[in-house]
């Protein structure tokens, strides 16, 4: 029976039936889309003005980068185990204000060092600690369906970075870098900081709400009861889960594909270069991806509820495998088209399947713990991606070898995603829900 929500006061306008929990997902998607400043799509909108503007080199500034996402792993570890302790809307809050007041300082900055802490801050803040909040907040809230919100989210922050992109990139050319970073900065401090403060909780237990994780909470001007006693959140501990061999495989198996995703990314128009085909093929394979990534989050969806999530990352790490070892034969521009489906249809499960394994395998007792580790792990691989496709094409005039060894090693492990077996779900001792929690 679904809850109704009424207004506070005597005679007032009944509120319409919202579930709470879709409040969350739209929350957490605009979080994500706030992480755009510390991602390398996002900086990429800034680098040729900004290295013109700092007389800095691409090998310099590609040295800073590196080393700045390196660093700003970390941060996907520490901001998890905050999560798990203080909820998501304190954490949300903070994480979002320090990241708004760095990307305004950023640009500011006069300095190769002043550019490398900012780099790193946002690195850290945002591609790490913004986006493990992010994710966590949807896998804290629901607890049934879970897949199905995790296919929300993934369209609604697709979506949403679509728009965003272009805003910024419009920004960027009408008012220089440095006016478009620092309205960036103000929308963080002055948009979403707000909004999570205002909207965030923990779960349906931080509302005094025991229902069944996607049907609580209420809406803007709603009065929520007063907390009751609830058992504390059960699942597997952050140390148990590191234990599990599906915790590598998923962890791995993600972070292979962001290793490959920013691998391409970053090198996408020389790859197809050396294939021959110019840069229009290129920005229309953009456009592709984009859109078979959409189909490819419905997909992950529909069939994560139906097929065994192992099965469902072999076929996602196989068809990547298949793309890679592709990659160096085609030749005509409908092989490219056909190639960039099967990418975008693949990274959309990939990411639907990142964003649900953790709470549906592991539960909630230390989902930002797990989701951290799992995160850094992506971080670390995406930085690495760009700079072994760069040193192989260095070493060997061609891209064509790395893309022949990952394929294989990627293959054998959507061999071993076959194979591995979930654990158990864990149950947790009960004990009365803590009101310092309700965050």
Same mark, same amino acid.
């Given at each position: 029976?679904?809850?109704?929500?009424?207004?506070?006061?005597?005679?007032?306008?009944? /509120?319409?039936?919202?579930?709470?929990?879709?409040?969350?997902?739209?929350?957490?998607?605009?979080?994500?889309?706030?992480?755009?400043?510390?991602?390398?799509?996002?900086?990429?909108?800034?680098?040729?003005?900004?290295?013109?503007?700092?007389?800095?080199?691409?090998?310099?500034?590609?040295?800073?980068? %590196?080393?700045?996402?390196?660093?700003?792993?970390?941060?996907?570890?520490?901001? @998890?185990?905050?999560?798990?302790?203080?909820?998501?809307?304190? #954490?949300?809050?903070?994480?979002?204000?320090?990241?708004?007041?760095?990307?305004?300082?950023?640009?500011?900055?006069?300095?190769?060092?002043?550019?490398?802490?900012?780099?790193?801050?946002?690195?850290?803040?945002?591609?790490?600690?913004?986006? +493990?909040?992010?994710? &966590?907040?949807?896998?804290?809230?629901?607890?049934? $369906?879970?897949?199905?919100?995790?296919?929300?989210?993934?369209?609604?922050?697709?979506?949403?970075?679509?728009? &965003?992109?272009?805003?910024?990139?419009?920004?960027?050319?009408?008012?220089?870098?440095?006016?478009?970073?620092?309205?960036?900065?103000?929308?963080?401090?002055?948009?979403?900081?707000? /909004?999570?403060?205002?909207?965030?909780? $923990?779960?349906?237990?931080?509302?005094?709400?025991?229902?069944?994780?996607?049907?609580?909470?209420?809406?803007?001007?709603?009065?929520? #009861?007063?907390?009751?006693? +609830?058992?504390?959140?059960?699942?597997?501990?952050?140390?148990?889960?590191? $234990?599990?061999?599906?915790?590598? +495989?998923?962890?791995?198996?993600?972070?292979?594909?962001?290793? #490959?995703?920013?691998?391409?990314?970053?090198?996408?128009?020389?790859?197809?270069?050396?294939?021959?085909?110019?840069?229009?093929?290129?920005?229309?394979?953009?456009?592709?991806?984009? %859109?078979?990534?959409?189909? !490819?989050?419905?997909?992950?969806?529909?069939?994560?509820? $139906?097929?065994?999530? @192992?099965?469902?990352?072999?076929?996602?790490?196989?068809?990547?495998?298949?793309?890679? &070892?592709?990659?160096?034969?085609?030749?005509?521009?409908?092989?490219?088209?056909?190639?960039?489906?099967?990418?975008?249809? @693949?990274?959309?499960?990939?990411?639907?399947?990142?964003? !649900?394994?953790?709470?549906?395998?592991?539960?909630?007792?230390?989902?930002?713990?797990?989701?951290?580790?799992?995160?850094?792990?992506?971080?670390?691989?995406?930085?690495?991606?760009? +700079?072994?496709?760069?040193?192989?094409?260095?070493?060997?005039?061609?891209?064509?070898?790395? %893309?022949?060894?990952?394929?294989?090693?990627?293959? &054998?492990?959507?061999?071993?995603?076959?194979? #591995?077996?979930?654990?158990?779900?864990?149950?947790?001792?009960?004990?009365?829900?803590?009101?310092?929690?309700?965050?």
């Amino acid at each position: 029976m679904d809850t109704p929500f009424s207004a506070v006061g005597a005679g007032a306008r009944p /509120l319409p039936r919202l579930f709470y929990g879709w409040v969350v997902v739209g929350l957490a998607a605009a979080a994500m889309v706030g992480t755009l400043p510390g991602r390398t799509q996002g900086l990429g909108l800034i680098t040729e003005p900004l290295l013109a503007d700092l007389g800095l080199s691409r090998l310099a500034y590609g040295a800073l980068n %590196f080393w700045a996402t390196l660093l700003g792993s970390l941060g996907a570890l520490g901001v @998890g185990r905050a999560l798990d302790r203080l909820g998501s809307r304190a #954490v949300l809050a903070t994480v979002a204000l320090a990241l708004g007041l760095s990307v305004c300082a950023m640009s500011r900055v006069q300095s190769t060092t002043g550019l490398a802490l900012a780099l790193t801050l946002t690195r850290t803040l945002g591609q790490s600690a913004l986006s +493990v909040v992010s994710i &966590a907040m949807v896998g804290q809230w629901f607890q049934r $369906r879970i897949e199905r919100a995790m296919a929300v989210y993934s369209v609604a922050l697709s979506l949403g970075f679509m728009l &965003a992109f272009p805003l910024v990139g419009t920004l960027v050319q009408d008012w220089g870098w440095r006016g478009a970073w620092l309205a960036v900065g103000g929308t963080l401090v002055l948009g979403l900081t707000p /909004l999570a403060w205002a909207l965030a909780r $923990r779960g349906p237990e931080a509302c005094g709400l025991a229902l069944d994780g996607e049907r609580a909470g209420g809406v803007l001007g709603a009065r929520l #009861v007063s907390p009751a006693p +609830v058992p504390v959140l059960a699942g597997h501990t952050w140390r148990a889960a590191l $234990r599990t061999q599906a915790f590598w +495989v998923f962890a791995l198996g993600t972070a292979l594909y962001g290793f #490959v995703a920013s691998g391409i990314g970053l090198f996408n128009e020389a790859i197809l270069a050396e294939r021959g085909f110019g840069a229009e093929l290129y920005y229309r394979t953009l456009v592709i991806t984009a %859109f078979t990534g959409l189909a !490819g989050n419905f997909l992950g969806g529909a069939l994560a509820r $139906r097929v065994a999530l @192992g099965r469902l990352l072999a076929l996602a790490l196989f068809v990547l495998a298949a793309g890679l &070892a592709a990659l160096p034969y085609l030749t005509a521009a409908v092989q490219i088209y056909a190639w960039a489906t099967a990418m975008g249809l @693949g990274g959309g499960l990939v990411m639907v399947l990142f964003f !649900g394994v953790w709470p549906r395998v592991y539960g909630r007792r230390e989902l930002g713990r797990i989701q951290g580790s799992a995160q850094a792990i992506t971080v670390l691989f995406s930085a690495l991606g760009p +700079v072994a496709c760069a040193w192989t094409h260095a070493r060997t005039g061609s891209y064509a070898p790395i %893309f022949e060894a990952l394929a294989l090693l990627i293959a &054998a492990l959507g061999a071993a995603a076959v194979l #591995v077996k979930l654990p158990e779900p864990a149950a947790a001792p009960e004990r009365p829900f803590d009101p310092g929690e309700r965050g």
